[in-house]
C-alpha cells in the first residue's frame, strides 16, 4: 500500500536575531546533522555549518551573519530532503551561539526567531522563549518515512554547550 501522505521535499531554516548593544557581538549559527539510517540517533554521518558542506549539495548554507546587522532574515540553509541519499534517515537542525566574549544565552539575544518553511507555507515558528537560558538549541528534526517521504517535527529543546559539544548532543534521543 503507498501513503498518500507527500511529506515536505525542499525546506528552508531562516534565523534572525538583533545586533547585540555596547560593543558586544552575537553569533548564532544553524546547523544540520544528518543521521544515517543504520544509526539514527549515534554519532552524525555528517555536519553543515558555515565551515562545512554537504558533500552532496543537498544541504546548503545560504546565507550567514557574525552580528545579526540587516534587515529580516540573517542566516538561511536550504535542505532538499527530496535528493538525500537512502542511506539517511534523520535530519535535525539547530542553532548555537558562539561563547568567544563569554557566555551568552539567547535569553541575552535580542528578538531571536527561527523560521521553517517549505516555499510559501510556514512550517513552524518559534523565539527561542522556552530555552532562553540555554545557549544552544535544536529546532527541527526531519524523519524519512519511506523511499521518498520525509515528516517534520518541531523539537526546540535547550542545550547548555558550546558549539562543538553541541554537534555531539543535538541528536540524541528525547
Given amino acids: 500500500m503507498s501513503s498518500l501522505n507527500k511529506g515536505v521535499a525542499k525546506v528552508e531554516v531562516a534565523l534572525k536575531w538583533d545586533p547585540g548593544t555596547g560593543g558586544a557581538v552575537h553569533d548564532l ?5 544528518v ?7 549515534g554519532e552524525p554521518a555528517y555536519l553543515v555549518h558555515f565551515d562545512s558542506r ?17 534587515l529580516g532574515i540573517d542566516e538561511s540553509m536550504t535542505l532538499e ?3 538525500l541519499a537512502p542511506s539517511y ?3 535535525v537542525v539547530g542553532v548555537a551561539i558562539q561563547q568567544g566574549s563569554g557566555r551568552v544565552t539567547f535569553g541575552d539575544v535580542a528578538n531571536t526567531g527561527v523560521i521553517v518553511k517549505e516555499g510559501y ?13 540555554a545557549t544552544s538549541a535544536t529546532v527541527v528534526e526531519f524523519t524519512r518515512q519511506g523511499p521518498s517521504t520525509w515528516t517534520y517535527k518541531s523539537a526546540v529543546r535547550g542545550f ?4 562543538d559539544s553541541f554537534t ?6 528525547r
Fill in 29 to 33: 549559527d544553524i546547523i544540520a546533522a
Fill in 35 to 41: 543521521y544515517g539510517a543504520e544509526a539514527p540517533h
Fill in 54 to 70: 554537504s558533500p552532496d549539495g543537498t544541504i546548503t548554507l545560504n546565507r550567514d551573519s557574525r552580528t545579526g546587522q540587516g
Fill in 81 to 83: 530532503l527530496n535528493r
Fill in 89 to 91: 534517515a534523520r535530519v
Fill in 121 to 133: 507555507d510556514e512550517l513552524f515558528r518559534d523565539d527561542f522563549g522556552a530555552v532562553r537560558d
Fill in 160 to 163: 547548555d554547550s558550546d558549539p
Fill in 168 to 173: 555531539q548532543l543535538m541528536g540524541a534521543p
